[in-house]
């Protein structure tokens, strides 16, 4: 047998080993394997994703049911061609599966915005970049300097408030108004979030997109947007509102001078 021939039949035979594994029920077991012994290896990698995915996205696991979450991660083996050999990215080709290509079952509404909340928490936990304090002034004046938004920190707009969602909490109408949220992790690589007002995600917006408005401006500027008749009042909330946030190291400072 030429070696080219060979090749192709391994190649085969990979292909078949991969498709049962993927979809047992439907796909053909490779020939000459015992039952029981590839049932090992197709049990084995369910499990092992099906764990992994689950621990990904607790709440989502809380809220879909056995048989339909079974379901999906099938389909999700069966029909999906990732895009990444890293395992720590499974999730998001899951995240993408279900933007995508889930159709097996009906999820809830906000679902698909939870899965993405959860996708953004393991994201920042895995993150290999690190918060550096290059070029800022850490105990620098957030209203007269320029404030610098931390790298590893994610503004969120979703229809659906998905930080209270538990087995507890199921939101069955979406409410009127968007929810705000910010996560970030800080310097000592935990990851957290903060629930924001219309104000306070707007400011956030503003300092993301600045380049040269000290803090103080930033906040005038908002004031103004909102036709407010005090600017005083915006800038000392927002003062208070930015300090939170460099406790947290949403902010790391101000840009330095030098």
Request: proline letters at 7%.
């Amino acid at each position: 047998m030429s070696k080219n021939k060979i090749n192709e039949t391994f190649i085969k035979e990979q292909h078949t080993f991969t498709q049962h594994i993927r979809d047992p029920e439907n796909a053909p077991a490779p020939e000459g394997i015992e039952p029981r012994r590839m049932s090992i290896y197709t049990d084995l990698i369910f499990r092992n994703i099906e764990n992994f995915i689950a621990n990904s996205f607790p709440v989502l696991r809380q809220v879909i049911n056995d048989d339909e979450w079974h379901i999906i991660l099938r389909g999700f083996l069966k029909k999906h061609i990732s895009r990444t050999p890293y395992f720590p990215k499974l999730p998001l080709e899951f995240l993408n599966y279900l933007e995508k290509e889930q159709d097996e079952i009906e999820l809830p509404a906000f679902c698909i915005e939870l899965a993405h909340y959860e996708w953004i928490e393991i994201s920042l936990s895995f993150d290999p970049r690190e918060i550096s304090f290059k070029n800022v002034d850490k105990n620098g004046d957030l209203l007269k300097g320029i404030p610098v938004f931390s790298l590893l920190a994610q503004p969120l707009i979703y229809q659906w408030p998905v930080h209270k969602i538990s087995s507890n909490f199921v939101p069955k109408e979406k409410p009127d108004d968007p929810t705000y949220l910010i996560v970030y992790r800080d310097y000592l690589y935990d990851v957290g979030f903060i629930e924001l007002n219309q104000i306070a995600a707007k400011l956030i917006e503003e300092v993301q997109k600045n380049t040269d408005k000290t803090g103080e401006e930033i906040l005038l500027d908002i004031a103004k947007q909102l036709q407010h008749p005090d600017p005083k009042v915006v800038i000392n909330g927002g003062f208070e509102v930015i300090q939170d946030f460099k406790k947290k190291d949403i902010l790391l400072g101000v840009k330095n001078n030098i």
